[in-house]
């Protein structure tokens, strides 16, 4: 890649201090977008997209870039590649992004084309959650195997604390002290969350009755272990899930770990927590994310309207 692309991503994690993964998104979409670019001004057959090699691309190429160049791009990925609308979105935040950076922080450019760049609107995804009653059939559906106890305080942790997949990945056995538990979220960014009883009793037992007698269980910090005493995967943990998902009977469409999060944020939300609570329990930097996750039915809405006080004045 050009030194230029190396230059953003290295600045993405050390000092925006983004995770791999989500550099490597950025590294995807901006090397297909230049990719692209080239090919249309060298008219190179779009096929031959990914053997296009882009690093003695100079600054001087993307100064030469336009408003209309980025637009064809994203009409390029929605037809050719049939991108959703969500994953443009995604590509053009990311384009954004790096011009952002060409212009503010290294003075590379004199004109941001992207600054005008509006984003592919994104129709509204009925979400994917649980209410409590199909909460408790998935609870229910966890099979007492070699791994039930393993299992059952993850998803407790899920459902309690509303954790990412990855955050309860890296937990350690040192990440609690007492009743409390450091998570280390996006960005390394750590938080401190409260463990409820049915979380502290759900993990007693587990280490108690399983974790103990997993092979190299004393020498590894991973609070959840595999069969081989390994760290858990988010792969490995998504698999769970999956099976429990089909074992309770519930077998609740795309049911991920992430919808677990989605699940306990609006069961707590429903129950009377506040949303600045939960931005904080959830970890995200900003309310409006939260909201995204607090699904409010149209009838609750209606109730709240209806339980005014001035309501009954009339």
Known sequence: MPKILKDFLVYLTTIKGKSIRTRKEYEYDITLFLRFLKSVEDEIDLKQ???I???DLTIDFIQDISLEDIYLFLEYCEVQR?????SRARKAATIKSFFKYLKGKRRLLDYNPAEELETPKIGKKKPIYMNQEDAEVFIRGIKRTN???RNYAMVMFFLNLGLRVSELC???LT???DNVLYVVGKGDKERTVFLNKVCIQSLEIYKQKERQYIQNASTNEALFLSQKGTRLTRQTVAKIVKQINADSGLNKEKLTPHKLRH???TIMYKNGADIRSLQHILGHTSVSTTQIYTHVEDKEIQQVIENNPFNHLG
């Open 49 to 51: 997209l990914d053997e």
């Open 53 to 55: 090699n882009i690093k």
């Open 82 to 86: 049939h991108n959703s609308a969500a």
């Open 147 to 149: 791994h039930y106890y």
């Open 170 to 172: 890296s937990l350690n």
């Open 175 to 177: 990440s609690i002290q």
């Open 263 to 265: 699940t306990s944020a």
